[in-house]
């Protein structure tokens, strides 16, 4: 699989627009959506989710499937909410990316992000979060209250809440190292 560049992100969504007719909305999560606000770092996938006319999934799965082994890139489809809770307001954070044929694309909540990313807790997911805060898309301050927001129900999920715990603390550290 190639690796997802900007060049290539912005072309799979431009020829998916073209291909896929009906309307809906498509967002873009991980290193994908970091991607499209510059972060540095290398991806190789595209994370997303979206929200279609139910009778228009299976066409639209099929479109991403055939697009993504034209293209030898690695598309996945995630149902975020299972991986981490969403915090409140989520969906009214979304960036939007713009509109492919009659599909809106959008970066989903980069809070939503930025804790998924912590739940995970590998170094590359830290330096991650590390970017949105840096690059002041996200502050810490907010991060941490809809941290705390999701902790009493990130036990329903496959996250470990002690070690959800230790990632976090491992991201206020190397905040406040910066900050001094």
């Not at 072309?11 to 873009?28: H, K, Q, T």
Request: aromatic letters at 12%; glycine letters at 6%.
């Amino acid at each position: 699989m190639e690796p997802v560049t900007l060049n290539a992100l912005q072309s799979f969504l431009r020829r998916l627009g073209e291909r896929y007719a009906d309307a809906g909305a498509l967002y873009l999560l991980g290193g994908s959506a970091l991607c499209l606000l510059g972060n540095p770092r290398t991806t190789v996938d595209v994370d997303y989710t979206f929200e279609l006319a139910e009778g228009s999934v299976e066409e639209f799965e099929r479109v991403v499937d055939e697009l993504a082994a034209e293209m030898n890139i690695y598309v996945d489809r995630v149902p975020l909410a299972e991986f981490v809770p969403l915090p409140p307001q989520a969906h009214e954070r979304r960036l939007p990316v713009g509109r492919f044929g009659r599909l809106d694309v959008f970066v989903f909540d980069l809070y939503s992000i930025a804790l998924s990313k912590i739940a995970r807790g590998f170094e590359s997911d830290l330096e991650d979060v590390h970017f949105l805060l840096h690059a002041g898309l996200i502050e810490f301050g907010e991060l941490e209250r809809l941290f705390r927001a999701v902790l009493p129900d990130v036990s329903k999920t496959d996250v470990i809440p002690s070690e959800f715990c230790d990632y976090f603390d491992q991201v206020r550290r190397r905040w406040e190292q910066l900050a001094k």
